[in-house]
């Protein structure tokens, strides 16, 4: 099984990972991408797939997966537009997702086959379905840092150091296949099995088919080789009996083609409705408290949004945040008491630049402002 990785951050797109077996019950990295005929092993043979980067958003939701109604989250969005992960955690569930026609593009550059791909993962979230499992949970995955409490993944930063570490679960393993041996041993475990997409799914089983069908078809050819040589030898008397074999072989072939093709048809008509999120630095509840200890009495606060859209939202484009920021708006008397607010904001440890974008005064002579706070 092929295991690529693939970061979206990157100007130059490319391929990490290798040819992935399973070997005394553990999962082994068997051959290198250098060591591989890419284009012939990734037309041939089953793929799991893990994106990182740009345009995917994770978001830690308090409810578990039958709870969850992404359409109330945000309005206003197509669910089908996006794949979507799942990853319950105790009473609370890790959702990742990324537009459809982001990741058919990308694939289109790389030359990846999509009927190939049997799991997808949504990095560097797949690594919690290890937990539990293996010992030494990763803090450093791709190209974020992960932080966890009690053994749960909680917070996802972007890496802000050099990989240090050259162990993953015990064993060495070079930084270009760590991402994708994680997402080979959650495969290979089945231990995200029932939150697979159907997509996938159907993937997998069209794999199975055509790994059933050429077996088969191996099979009967060094039977008819037997044959074959039995009746040079034996003259024509298996003559009847070869062309019934033949035929056989035919309508074999033909059922398993025929099979292929509903299963093709019936995929391209399916309507896969998905859920949606928005990603989130995951201190946000902390900086949005430290916020709140700060407001003055003279001051009343009308909303506060983390990383608010750049862009209104547009159909076939891609969502855009600016990350990193917190907006905040309210009323208050006068411009003083806003500046002396802003002033107080300023000396928060975790506040990199704090701006007042806009003031006014409103009909009823109540002063309106509008406050941004980068972190």
């Known amino acids: 099984m092929l295991s690529v990785s693939i970061n979206l951050s990157e100007d130059n797109l490319s391929l990490q990972g290798g040819l992935f077996k399973i070997k005394n019950g553990e999962t082994d990295l068997e051959t290198t991408f250098a060591d591989l005929d890419l284009k012939e092993a990734l037309a041939k043979m089953p793929v799991v797939l893990t994106l990182e980067g740009k345009g995917i958003l994770h978001k830690l939701v308090d409810a578990d997966i039958s709870k969850i109604k992404l359409r109330n989250i945000i309005p206003n969005i197509k669910e089908d537009e996006f794949y979507v992960n799942y990853l319950p955690q105790g009473s609370q569930t890790w959702v990742s997702l990324i537009r459809k026609d982001l990741v058919d593009a990308t694939l289109k550059t790389l030359r990846i086959p999509f009927d190939n791909i049997i799991d997808f993962h949504l990095s560097p979230c797949q690594v919690q379905w290890l937990n539990g499992k293996v010992e030494g949970l990763p803090k450093q995955i791709g190209d974020a840092e992960v932080e966890y409490q009690d053994g749960k993944l909680i917070g996802i930063l972007k890496k802000s150091s050099p990989l240090n570490e050259s162990l993953l679960f015990g064993n060495t393993v070079e930084k270009d296949v760590r991402l994708a041996m994680i997402s080979s041993i959650v495969t290979f475990s089945g231990l995200n099995k029932n939150q697979v997409n159907s997509i996938w799914l159907n993937n997998r089983k069209n794999q199975e088919d055509k790994k059933v069908y050429y077996s088969t078809v191996k099979i009967v050819l060094g039977l008819l080789l037997v044959v074959f040589a039995g009746n040079m030898i034996l003259g024509q008397l298996a ?115 704090v701006e007042l974008v806009e003031f006014k005064v409103n009909k009823d002579n109540i002063g309106e402002f509008l406050v941004k706070v980068d972190f």
């Open 239 to 353: 003559k009847k009996d070869l062309n019934q074999l033949v035929l056989q072989t035919r309508e074999k072939e033909n059922i398993v083609n025929r099979a292929i093709l509903l299963e093709n048809e019936a995929k391209e008509k399916e309507s896969f409705i998905v859920n949606l999120g928005l990603g989130s630095n995951p201190q946000f509840s902390k900086f949005s408290d430290e916020i709140g200890a700060t407001v003055p009495k003279n001051i009343q606060l009308s909303k506060l949004v983390v990383n608010p859209l750049s862009k209104s939202i547009r159909k076939n484009k891609l969502i855009q945040f600016t990350n990193g920021t917190i907006q905040v708006g309210g009323y208050c008397k006068t411009s003083q008491d806003c500046n002396q607010w802003v002033t107080i904001l300023r000396d928060l440890e975790w506040a990199e630049k």
